[in-house]
């Protein structure tokens, strides 16, 4: 074959591959630059999606959000779609009033609301995440307050309070599908790191996205060995005191873990 | 090289090409063509049996039927074989009855008739999966309920019935291995979802593959979160009006985990 | 380089791997040729060790032996190593009273007696399992009996008996370590499928390797599930009736599993 | 190709190679050289926290140490990193009183004082391992002993004492994180393998990597089967005399489950 005709086969193959590749990266580039100022904000982002699905805190359920550093009445959240499989470009923006800013065709989550009624009312909260954790359940349905039988979970304080639909909207369908349903839980939750919601599941809060992630493993974790504890005996919570302490020190060290985390989810896309 | 050698390579390597692919496609093809009209039919019951099997809902024991689409009458499963290792080679037609139709020396699962009986008498019932969960067992040999505790699994309703072969059968080897049996099971699950067999398993039913594979998956985490429910203090199930619409939102967002499910189990073969 | 040197060169990386390769084959072709008549025997009896480890019955100890074919007082077992590990060359041959037939070299398990005792009073016996198994310890230390709970351990009939070593031995090590604990336990055995040592695990025995592979592992199962069933009520065992029905066709059916299992633990070697 | 040629090959190809493996190597060898006499100290310690990890007895948390064998007042320890990622670069010296003696800008662990508290006052003690193992909490909460239930952790021996910091310290952060704290935990432990530690986990020692190692991972295992079967009835533990017989037999045996969970770890780096 002739140096000309394989010029033109390279150049046809380099046409296909472009007109293939580029469409799906032009998104991406677009994404990463309209969301945040701080790029790694929507790459912790999809990180803490990939860690709570590995950690097995979410499945195809429950969802992952963080307010947004350009507009602090904004969140961000990936679009209706199983955290397992998020990407950067699945990543949206949302108001203060829980809609999307600019879907271009993509679902949003039904029950953003969650995110959305938190975000307006503590504005200390950074980064949120709602989990439908098992181990959570058997709590709301029993009305079992959850608190901290060790320093890793200290920062449950003096328990998790727990919302009832049923308290003041009667038979729904358990999900927080609006922000009426949002503020009320919002209410229950108060000052606390994390609230149970009956019959659902939970949703924990923090002022980072690493804190946000850590706090909702060690929710799950705490719910299976107080069960266990309360099995063998009767146990000796965290004092109020030791709580302040070991939670101060214990999120001091954030970095640690999530580093771990991180590598095990490894390299994404 | 010449025109004419590029030619003759391709050629050679065309009739290589087929003399592999063909024979194993010719099978699978008339498979396809003859089971169902919808050629995702065949697919999607071929993914039930690996998810359910990767799930953890079947082991080497269990399976999944849908009703043929060519014949209503009729219904689709593997033959007997762990549903792990199931292609849609394997997937035989059976007839009302629940014999097969072109067995071509294949043998049937020995308890066919669960499938059949309730596909006679419940023309809603699109899928029907059986599983020996050991989540389940326990519910089936205290005579406990099994009761929607969170909103994932309110398909459960006012709770699964239990079958209890003993009650008008004796002692007898605990399959369902006739249609006598098939009935007398089908009777006791009457209008519900999912229906538990004593000191055997469950069976759970649906109006398509992706329904009754959820609510198998869900079946057996629930009676996991009851449990531990029961150990921490009196459970507040589902009221019937959560029940109803708690189930028809979750299961109109089915796609959700199905398409994840799928994902997990990847290309098939 | 001329075809001369290369030559020697070859000829030497040949020899090289003649030495290195050869002496590790010959005495694998001269195990197999001497353990059994049938070479499907010291197969059947690897992929044994390898599936009883992967499904968790057998962990860094345990044991599986199969009585040999040649010689109906001898029994075939691998040498004192970990089960994950074991290949056709770690088989040995035990004589009547435990002893090895050929050791070169090779350590036998100290509690090789266990099998060694019960061959000599169970003529149906062909195979053995000991397993450490942590869901069997709780009914050995409570004296609770493991009965069937579901149709697939209907193998357990009327329950496992209990063998402790204090009752006739006072404090010992808690291991078998010869012909008189053997014994001893042995006669606790008597005609059943399975005992459990208090404070040890348990044994299994069966007619054939599959067989007593599938034992073991629905025995661990059996056990996690009578342990849920019994806390959450008063459970109904299946009747004397029904576990010989269904001990029957259950285990007619043990290829399917074995398969499954012997699928995945893959190739070995 | 002539010798000339092939010999330029040769020392290009040489060349290279160092220049790739020779820096790796170089701190590695450095780290090899000062820190002990016995290379195999070192490198068994990187295999332990890579098997305490593998084992889910160590996660982002937790350490394991080894006493020096160049300064028996010294220990060996892994710089303040997660267990699953430790190599030889990473292991660092500490003084009698826990203050690292070669830091080189690495971090220690801020809990280091519960090894440098017991190596003092146990000189029977070569290594020790700390965990948070969920498993363990429950106990260390609800002032329940942890005893052995079964032979393979006859080195529980009359039961694991529990330090509590709120006993002489008030309210902490529940760290140990000082030799004050750190004498009164090895006060507690006393000549015990195992003190639980409330609210926090527990601290296993022995007198060798492998053996410590085995410790901590079946004392996790003792407080499951012990939870079991409290819940079954009443539990016959080992008796002082079968303890003691059990753990010396039990334990001459370390190589076989040590070399297991190597081979399972694999090659490090």
């Known amino acids: 074959m002739s140096a000309f005709r394989i010029g033109v086969l390279v150049a046809v193959c380099a046409a296909l591959c472009a007109a293939i590749v580029l469409p799906a990266a032009r998104p991406a580039l677009q994404a990463q630059d309209s969301l945040a100022n701080d790029p790694k904000l929507v790459e912790d982002l999809v990180y803490a999606n990939r860690i709570l699905y590995q950690q097995e805190v979410l499945d195809g359920f429950g969802h992952v959000s963080a307010r947004s550093d350009k507009d602090p009445s904004h969140f961000l959240m990936s679009r209706s779609m199983a955290p397992a499989l998020v990407t950067s470009i699945d990543i949206m923006e949302f108001d203060r009033d829980g809609e999307p800013v600019d879907a271009r065709g993509r679902n949003a989550y039904v029950e953003r609301y969650i995110h959305a009624a938190i975000y307006r009312v503590r504005p200390d909260v950074k980064a949120i995440v709602h989990s439908h954790s098992p181990d959570i359940i058997p709590y709301t349905v029993t ?25 003041g909207f009667g038979d729904t369908d358990m999900l927080i599908r609006d922000n009426k349903l949002g503020d009320a839980l919002a209410k229950v939750l108060g000052n606390s790191g994390v609230a149970l919601i009956r019959g659902h ?66 390299k994404i896309e």
Do not use: C
Not at 148 to 162: D, E, K, M, N, T
Not at 211 to 217: D, E, G, L, P, S
Not at 259 to 266: A, D, F, H, I, T
């Open 143 to 167: 009305g079992t307050i959850l608190r901290p039988v060790y320093h890793v979970s200290a920062f449950l304080r003096l328990g998790a309070p727990i919302f009832d639909s049923q308290e």
């Open 201 to 266: 599941g939970f949703v924990a809060v923090a002022d980072s996205i690493p804190i946000v992630v850590y706090r909702a493993i060690y929710t799950q974790l705490n719910a299976r060995v107080q069960a266990e504890g309360m099995k063998l005996g009767t146990i000796k919570y965290l004092t109020p005191g030791e709580a302040v302490k070991a939670q101060a020190i214990v999120e001091a060290t954030v970095g640690r873990p999530w580093e771990l985390w991180k590598s095990q989810v490894g």
